[in-house]
């Protein structure tokens, strides 16, 4: 990222499945380790869209709106938390070629819908993009139960409130990113997932274990510029 941006993400779906570390640890860069919450590691689906995706400081109304996909982990480095980014397939091709020349991060151009009825989140993806693996997820999911701060929840914290992500440069090189926004606010959720070639499409077999669900309506968020590690803790 060669500025910081400002962006809102609205209308999020946690789906979260508990898998054995050595299954996350086998598809990571050498410099992270994987996180752990009761002794598994988690794998985690989140459609959203992005919204008024700008750089820092232009008002809402010069950004773009940016549907997305990502199947993402948690992993450490140097004891300092994070996430790691297994794909991000995403609907605008210039923000995806953008994306993966200056952040590092491994988006897909995908054709992507997410629309709402009657307070349900209708969200489909499929991969387009040129020589990857093709991917398609399709679900309705929607909030069942009382809201609650994501701090006040063991598991919920462990998987939304991290501060940072990891990427590996082409060179090998591991970078970071500081992202910045308030407590998530999250629902326990059903999702009705109609569709879902993601996790087979990145390696992974699918877990056996139920997922556990998480809604959000969503925050707004500023994320800085990469930086390679060796420079933490620099300004983020």
């Given amino acids: 990222m060669v500025v910081p941006l400002e962006m809102g993400w609205r209308h999020l ?9 050595s299954v996350v640890d086998a598809h990571l860069p050498d410099a992270l380790t994987v996180d752990v919450h009761d002794g598994h590691a988690w794998l985690s689906a989140v459609p959203f869209t992005n919204v008024a995706v700008r750089p820092r400081r232009l008002p809402a109304r010069a950004g773009i709106r940016l549907p997305e996909l990502n199947l993402r982990t948690y992993v450490t480095c140097d004891g300092e ?3 790691y980014f297994f794909t991000l397939d995403a609907q605008g091709l210039l ?3 953008g994306a993966r020349l200056f952040q590092h991060l491994p988006y897909r151009y995908a054709r992507i819908s997410l629309g709402l009825d009657d307070g349900r989140v209708r969200f489909a993806s499929r991969r387009r993009h040129p020589g990857e693996r093709p991917a398609r997820y399709e679900a309705t999911y929607w909030p069942t139960g009382e809201p609650f701060a994501a701090p006040e929840d063991p598991l919920a914290e462990f998987l939304v409130e991290r ?3 990891f990427t590996e440069s082409p060179d090998g090189t591991l970078r970071y990113t500081g992202v910045e926004h308030d407590p998530w606010t999250l629902y326990p959720a059903t999702a009705d997932v109609e569709t879902d070639t993601l996790l087979t499409a990145e390696g992974f077999a699918r877990p056996d274990a139920d997922p556990v669900y998480y809604y959000s309506p ?3 968020v500023e994320a800085a510029v990469s930086r390679p590690w060796s420079e933490y803790p620099g300004d983020a």
């Fill in 13 to 21: 779906l946690f789906e979260n499945w508990p898998v054995e570390p």
């Fill in 81 to 83: 938390p994070g996430v």
């Fill in 95 to 97: 923000s995806v070629a």
């Fill in 163 to 165: 501060y940072r992500f």
């Fill in 218 to 220: 969503g925050l707004d």
